[in-house]
């Protein structure tokens, strides 16, 4: 990826053209190759999209006890060892071993619901980075691509249109030259209308370079593309808003 060059810039401000497209826009066609991130059409964009990123992965890449199997088998463990001792169904010898097994189970399943407890509160801020990801493409990714699409768009026809002028210019100057080829004027008027002709030439090749020249096709891919990546978190969206039920469910199981 390129940034834009000063010397194209301060081309196409010679030439009057607008402004918008100026910074650290990259190239449609290039950018349709990428994924995710990287993907994205500026560089202040790919900042804001790693940003959101990184902070999914640090929500999400958080171990989780929420195994709601283990914690119903603790539970029938502690009941039936509980059972067993208040009906005094174990030898003397016996009772203190299983008093502290008791004691033992039921400190397990309180360390259980802790960690469904707090398992809860993270599994939520997974779901909530993972959908804020999501809202990121949909909304700050598709519309950032549409808009430096526009700008771009808008900015190839003035420089199509400067380019016109100019090829017009040159054609009117070299006739009149022609007519008169002694007359020094004529012949600097020419050599004037060339210089932008030629200038005009540079600035459309530069920024085709910049852009690319097919940008409404490589921009749509794009934004298929962001379309596309919501759907790619749905399956881990799903899944974490289940870690959120399991956390739930093992703090709020009684016994």
Not at 18 to 23: F, K, V, W
Request: charge should be neutral.
């Amino acid at each position: 990826m390129m940034k834009i060059r000063l010397g194209m810039a301060f081309v196409m401000m010679s030439l009057g053209l607008p402004a918008a497209a100026h910074g650290s826009e990259y190239n449609f066609y290039e950018q349709a190759d990428k994924k995710g991130c990287a993907s994205i059409i500026t560089e202040h964009g790919q900042e804001e999209c790693a940003h959101v990123q990184k902070a999914k992965d640090e929500a999400c890449n958080v171990s989780l006890a929420c195994d709601v199997d283990k914690h119903e088998r603790l539970i029938a463990k502690y009941k039936d060892a509980k059972e067993r001792l208040d009906r005094g169904q174990v030898a003397d010898a016996d009772k203190d071993k299983l008093k502290n097994e008791v004691r033992l189970l039921k400190e397990a399943i309180e360390a259980s619901k802790e960690g469904g407890r707090s398992g809860t509160s993270k599994a939520q801020a997974c779901v909530t980075a993972r959908e804020n990801v999501q809202k990121w493409f949909t909304e700050t990714g598709i519309s950032l691509t549409e808009h430096t699409r526009d700008d771009a768009l808008h900015l190839r026809k003035d420089l199509l249109d400067q380019l016109a002028a100019a090829q017009k210019n040159q054609a009117e100057a070299k006739t009149k030259r022609d007519a008169k080829p002694s007359d020094s004027n004529l012949q600097r008027d020419y050599d004037r209308a060339t210089d932008e002709m030629r200038a005009a030439e540079k600035a459309l090749e530069q920024f085709n370079t910049r852009y690319g020249k097919d940008i409404e096709r490589y921009a749509s891919r794009l934004i298929d593309q962001y379309k596309a990546e919501r759907e790619s978190h749905e399956r881990p969206l799903s899944e974490a808003k289940n870690r959120v039920e399991n956390c739930k469910k093992i703090d709020n199981m009684s016994y």
